[in-house]
């Protein structure tokens, strides 16, 4: 069976730092882009970070670009997000998600598999 | 950015009646080197992450039920409920994975009448 399994939320302090983990299973990770999507309460969903199956190239978007760093570890199946310098509109459920298609140069295709998500909470 | 809007925001069907959503892209998302339509469709329960319905604008996602059909190309698409079921209340979400910022609209709320 397919998984993600996201880790690593929790409170934490406006300019303070977590880091984010989804641990995959059930198809080969190297050959899928990965994805990170938040949800803040209430709202909808915004696309937050994207790289790709090597992990040699990464994309954000502007709200959390130079504040966040998305990595993989190809051996342990494994997708980070590192997120730094924490604002209140930060505030979300994050969800790792995998592309229906299996294509390591690419990651334009809808989402077909999402983890449960992980909620991270900023405030003082 | 593409800016994606749905519309409406919410709808209440009754039983067995018909649904439409409807997204609009602010650019094509047809590209034209494959002909394809880089736009998907997800359901999203109470308390659930989201499921994909739909990919490539029209083409159904293995497992789901043929009531939902997604329709359109270039700009203008609709998602469509053939006979709503109760366990279709949710929001449902468009997005386009054309370009990044891959982006979501704002989400239609569908609830029984």
């Known amino acids: 069976e397919v998984q993600l399994l996201e880790s690593g939320g929790g409170l934490v302090q406006p300019g303070g730092s977590l880091r984010l983990s989804c641990a995959a299973s059930g198809f080969t990770f190297s050959t899928y882009a990965m994805n990170w999507v938040r949800q803040a309460p209430g709202k909808g969903l915004e696309w937050v970070s994207a790289?790709?199956?090597?992990?040699?190239?990464?994309y954000y978007a502007d709200s959390v670009k130079g504040r966040f760093t998305i990595s993989r570890d190809n051996s342990k199946n494994t997708l980070y997000l590192q997120m730094n310098s924490l604002r209140a509109e930060d505030a979300a459920v994050y969800y790792c998600a995998k592309p229906h298609a299996p294509d390591p140069k690419n990651f334009n295709y809808g989402l077909d598999v999402w983890g449960q998500g992980t909620t991270v909470t900023v405030s003082s | 950015d593409i800016v994606m809007t749905q519309s409406p925001d919410s709808l209440a069907v009754s039983l067995g009646e018909r649904a439409t959503i409807n997204c609009k892209s602010s650019?094509?998302?047809?590209?034209?080197?494959?002909?394809?339509?880089?736009l998907a469709w997800y359901q999203q329960r109470p308390g659930q992450p989201p499921k994909l319905l739909i990919y490539w604008a029209s083409t159904r996602e293995s497992g789901v039920p043929d009531r939902f059909s997604g329709s359109g190309s270039g700009t203008d698409f609709t998602l469509t409920i053939s006979s709503l079921q109760a366990e279709d209340v949710a929001v449902y979400y468009c997005q386009q994975h054309y370009r990044t910022p891959l982006t979501f609209g704002g989400g239609t709320k569908v609830e029984i009448k």
């Open positions: 650019q094509s998302v047809l590209y034209s080197s494959n002909n394809k339509n880089y």
């Open positions: 790289i790709l199956g090597s992990g040699d190239n990464t």
